[in-house]
């Protein structure tokens, strides 16, 4: 069962070589006066895929993710083992994040109204992938956001329009950009997630589609899990392919 934390602490990932996304995350956390630890980023380009493999910590079928998915994998289970060794729930970040303006004033009462048992709170998804939750019980929905990739400035302002926040328990969804993972979710996801493998995402009105990412493969563990999103989101990645650090 998740300890209901009203503040937990935060971990944002970040590469040593990307330091201009850190400052500008920086400057928008500190904004808000929001403390947070800095993860040092696993480099996929300094990682050998043949080597993670004779170490059991991926399989065949991940050989052909691109290196800087394996180095973000790792980077989130590196701050999953921090949740579990701390024994506290915890909000990691990537440090392309993009938060609604009064993000943490809003998480804390939706902390306290989310399911007991939770395992994994989304705070939002990549806006180019499809999101499924259930929207009621025994009933899904499933949604595609056009358009796909937004600029940061479109993204930050739809973040900062008012609605009504709630959690609806997630079925499928792409982005790791903002979550809160309890210590038995992070125990869970860690005894599960290794070795990395590929998997298929299925969406009954898509097409099944295998992804070479940890994101992708946590949608095979999602349904088992205790896991929600929020609606509308707090957190979005930026996800900017030109810039991106998982393509190669």
């Known amino acids: 069962m998740a300890t209901q934390a009203l503040t937990p ?3 944002v990932i970040s590469l040593p070589r ?21 993860i040092k980023g696993v480099d996929g380009l300094q ?14 079928s991940a050989l052909s ?49 989310a399911p007991k048992d939770w395992d994994v709170l989304l705070l939002g998804w990549n806006l180019d992938s499809c999101l499924q939750l259930e929207w009621s019980e025994g009933i899904t929905l499933s ?6 990739l937004p ?4 993204l930050q302002a739809a973040l900062a329009s008012p609605g009504s926040h ?3 328990r997630l079925h499928k969804a792409l982005g790791l950009a903002g979550y809160v993972v309890s210590p038995a979710g992070a125990a869970r996801i860690l005894s599960w997630a290794l070795p990395l493998r590929t998997l298929p995402i299925t ?12 994101d992708g493969q946590l949608n095979s563990l999602y349904p088992e899990l205790s896991t929600w999103v929020c609606v509308p989101p707090l957190v979005l990645g930026a996800n900017d392919k030109q810039a991106s650090l998982t393509a190669t």
Not at 143 to 148: G, H, S
Request: glycine share 2%.
């Open 9 to 11: 602490d935060i971990a």
């Open 18 to 38: 990307s330091v201009e996304r850190l400052m500008a995350l920086r400057q928008r956390l500190e904004a808000t006066n929001t403390r947070f630890t800095v």
């Open 47 to 60: 990682l050998d895929p043949q080597d993670l493999r004779s170490r059991g910590l991926l399989e065949t």
């Open 65 to 113: 993710w691109p290196r800087g998915q394996l180095g973000c994998a790792l980077s989130h289970l590196r701050c999953l083992l921090r949740c579990l060794r701390q024994n506290q729930p915890l909000i990691i970040l990537e440090d392309d994040a993009l938060l609604a303006p009064d993000w943490q004033t809003q998480l804390k009462p939706l902390l306290l109204e």
């Open 143 to 148: 949604a595609l956001c056009q358009p796909r």
């Open 151 to 154: 600029p940061a400035a479109q």
């Open 166 to 168: 709630r959690w609806y």
């Open 203 to 214: 969406v009954p009105e898509l097409p099944e589609r295998d992804c070479f990412s940890f």
